[in-house]
């Protein structure tokens, strides 16, 4: 005999606590359950279980643009959220990690876009397409005998955002983090017979979901929301986690800055924490630049973390005409 299967909606669209939430129904709710949820975030990009973060987004675009950058429990790649994508989430019995199937979660999606007259294909390693253009990326994670599987639903998101904020700088990294697969993407509102809003297609896609299989509706309690926002404050919202829990790699940075010269810095992170450093350049100072590097060994890349350290520190000396806020642009 099939278990219940209840239906979840986010009330909030920030990404961490979304995550956080996911996390909760999966480990504490009633496991005589299965769940089906649709939840939005804000603009966000979310990385992967085994990605290096840096690897994967533009800092300088994501930080300008107050993006939020969260780290997920499933691999995969690195994917765009904002308020024109909806995200679903499945967490059913019967998993075994040797056994992972992206694509029985997705079938049921793609019944409910043909109802729409959208001619979505199944298919790669974890897509739905229409035209070859991939507008859902899904993930897994397996665990106790329980499978979330999740994906996104791009229904009109802004894909110009999407390729700045995932497009990776100049910068060279070498890491044995997975990385993401570039591949050409698509709204799914571009290829509706009738226009529908994207609420309107929220209740559409709950619907053509009850119709595969019965669902009743569960709205979380203040307790249930609370105990999830305890797990964001906890994992989700912590740098250390969205960072500092990349692979260790080396990054070289490289920026000419008028009035100082060519700056060139070598920088081993583990953990989320500078190494080792080493700066080369055509750039003058009255002070040999080893000293700073041993300074800024074991600081976290964070940004206030970085900055903070940076302030006690006298860079013009070590770089002649370069402020210490210049520096932070150069290494963050």
Same mark, same amino acid.
């Given at each position: 005999?099939?278990?219940?299967?209840?239906?979840l909606e986010?009330?909030?669209?920030?990404?961490?606590?979304?995550? +956080?939430?996911?996390?909760?129904?999966?480990?504490?709710?009633?496991? %005589?359950? !299965?769940?089906?949820?649709?939840?939005?975030?804000a603009n966000?990009?979310?990385?992967?279980?085994?990605?290096?973060?840096?690897?994967?987004?533009?800092?300088?675009?994501?930080? !300008? &643009?107050?993006?939020?950058?969260?780290?997920?429990?499933?691999?995969?790649?690195?994917?765009?959220? %904002?308020?024109?994508?909806?995200?679903?989430?499945?967490?059913?019995?019967?998993?075994?990690?040797?056994?992972?199937?992206?694509?029985?979660?997705?079938?049921?999606?793609?019944?409910?876009?043909?109802?729409?007259?959208?001619?979505?294909?199944?298919?790669?390693?974890?897509?739905?397409t229409i035209?070859? #253009?991939?507008?859902?990326?899904?993930?897994?994670?397996?665990?106790?005998?329980?499978?979330?599987?999740?994906?996104?639903?791009?229904?009109?998101? %802004?894909?110009?955002?999407?390729?700045?904020?995932?497009?990776?700088?100049?910068?060279?990294?070498?890491?044995?983090?997975?990385?993401?697969? #570039?591949?050409?993407?698509?709204?799914?509102? %571009?290829?509706?017979?009738?226009?529908?809003?994207?609420?309107?297609?929220?209740?559409?896609?709950?619907?053509?979901?009850?119709?595969?299989?019965?669902?009743?509706? &569960?709205?979380?309690?203040?307790? !249930?929301?609370?105990?999830?926002?305890?797990?964001?404050?906890?994992?989700?919202?912590?740098?250390?986690?969205?960072?500092?829990?990349?692979?260790?790699?080396?990054?070289?940075?490289?920026?000419?800055?008028?009035?100082?010269?060519?700056?060139?810095?070598?920088?081993?992170?583990? #953990?989320?924490?500078? !190494?080792?450093?080493?700066?080369?350049?055509?750039?003058?100072?009255?002070?040999?630049? +080893?000293?700073?590097?041993?300074?800024?060994?074991?600081?976290?890349?964070?940004?206030?973390?970085?900055?903070?350290?940076?302030?006690?520190?006298?860079?013009?000396?070590?770089? &002649?005409?370069?402020?210490?806020? +210049?520096?932070?642009?150069?290494?963050?």
């Open positions: 005999m099939s278990k219940k299967m209840v239906y986010s009330p909030s669209t920030d990404a961490a606590f979304n995550l +956080a939430l996911e996390q909760y129904v999966f480990d504490e709710m009633d496991r %005589d359950c !299965e769940y089906f949820m649709l939840w939005q975030n966000a990009v979310i990385i992967g279980k085994n990605q290096n973060t840096l690897e994967e987004i533009d800092p300088s675009y994501v930080e !300008e &643009h107050g993006i939020q950058v969260i780290r997920r429990l499933t691999g995969g790649g690195a994917v765009y959220h %904002d308020l024109g994508n909806l995200n679903f989430t499945f967490i059913v019995d019967g998993g075994e990690p040797s056994r992972m199937d992206l694509h029985m979660f997705c079938y049921p999606v793609a019944r409910a876009l043909k109802k729409l007259g959208v001619e979505a294909q199944v298919g790669g390693r974890n897509d739905i035209d070859g #253009k991939k507008f859902s990326g899904n993930s897994q994670y397996i665990k106790g005998g329980r499978i979330l599987h999740h994906g996104t639903l791009m229904f009109d998101s %802004d894909l110009t955002v999407l390729s700045r904020c995932l497009k990776v700088s100049a910068d060279k990294i070498a890491s044995k983090g997975v990385k993401s697969v #570039k591949s050409r993407v698509t709204n799914i509102r %571009d290829y509706l017979e009738q226009d529908i809003s994207l609420a309107q297609f929220r209740d559409f896609l709950v619907e053509a979901m009850g119709e595969e299989r019965p669902m009743e509706r &569960h709205v979380f309690t203040p307790e !249930e929301l609370g105990r999830a926002d305890e797990i964001r404050r906890e994992r989700y919202g912590r740098w250390k986690w969205n960072y500092g829990a990349s692979p260790r790699f080396t990054i070289r940075k490289q920026r000419r800055v008028e009035g100082c010269g060519q700056i060139e810095a070598f920088i081993e992170v583990r #953990k989320g924490r500078i !190494e080792a450093i080493s700066f080369y350049g055509d750039y003058f100072g009255s002070r040999d630049t +080893a000293e700073l590097a041993e300074r800024l060994v074991g600081c976290s890349l964070e940004g206030s973390a970085l900055r903070q350290v940076l302030a006690d520190i006298p860079v013009g000396e070590y770089f &002649h005409g370069l402020t210490g806020e +210049a520096l932070f642009r150069i290494l963050h």
